[in-house]
T-cell receptor
Framework: AQSVTQLGSHVSVSEGALVLLRCNYSSSVPPYLFWYVQYPNQGLQLLLK??????LVKGINGFEAEFKKSETSFHLTKPSAHMSDAAEYFC??????????FGTGTRLKVLA | DAGVIQSPRHEVTEMGQEVTLRCKPI?????LFWYRQTMMRGLELLIYFNNNVPIDDSGMPEDRFSAKMPNASFSTLKIQPSEPRDSAVYFC????????????FGQGTRLTVV
């Protein structure tokens, strides 16, 4: 069975500081991993995805994530937070069955 | 393509009434998913279809919930009778069903049952 765990339901960072959102996965087969962002009253939008081509994945808006098989992790980072990054972020896993299982989300707050 | 289209965007109904949520997936996508989002439980997968056939409905909470996909361009999620605890945002998503492809989400339907 697949599952995703996101550590920290709320994360606050100062504008310009490093953003680190944590995601650990469980999968019995090689996974595909995704990060989505959700702005208020909107649907989910893809930030980036891991499909086994490269362990360091770059996405939109300056975000990137690194796949670490030994740690079963896929943490999302951004070197410098911007006010517009305030949103909820979801990690998701998909493998084999083509369905997507999401974590519980992390709400990012950016402080001026 | 206009993306995944859901209707209505907002629905307020009284307890006991029937509610129907609608979804038009992206053309050419073979998979369609229905999710429910609440503060307490996050994003839950309710059911998903492949080529209009339900594959896994284990996430459907009760018999009051049913979903259909009569053709490749339309799906419905029905709740009958509705209850206040069904209040949530319901998302429809679609994907091409190839390894590593992402799911595309609609804007969601915010359902309030009073």
């Amino acid at each position: 069975a697949q599952s995703v765990t996101q550590l920290g339901s709320h994360v606050s960072v100062s504008e310009g500081a490093l953003v680190l959102l944590r995601c650990n996965y469980s999968s019995s087969v090689p996974p595909y991993l995704f990060w989505y962002v959700q702005y208020p009253n909107q649907g989910l939008q893809l930030l980036l995805k891991y499909t086994s081509a490269a362990t360091l994945v770059k996405g939109i808006n300056g975000f990137e994530a690194e796949f670490k098989k030994s740690e079963t992790s896929f943490h999302l980072t951004k070197p410098s937070a911007h006010m517009s990054d305030a949103a909820e972020y979801f990690c998701a896993v998909s493998s084999g069955t083509y369905k997507y299982i999401f974590g519980t989300g992390t709400r990012l707050k950016v402080l001026a | 393509d206009a993306g995944v289209i859901q209707s209505p965007r907002h629905e307020v109904t009284e307890m006991g009434q029937e509610v129907t949520l609608r979804c038009k997936p992206i053309s050419g996508h073979d998979y369609l998913f229905w999710y429910r989002q609440t503060m307490m439980r996050g994003l839950e997968l309710l059911i998903y279809f492949n080529n209009n056939v339900p594959i896994d409905d284990s996430g459907m909470p009760e018999d009051r919930f049913s979903a259909k996909m009569p053709n490749a361009s339309f799906s419905t999620l029905k709740i009958q009778p509705s209850e206040p605890r069904d209040s949530a945002v319901y998302f429809c998503a679609s994907s091409q069903g190839q390894g590593g492809t992402e799911a595309f989400f609609g804007q969601g339907t915010r359902l309030t049952v009073v």
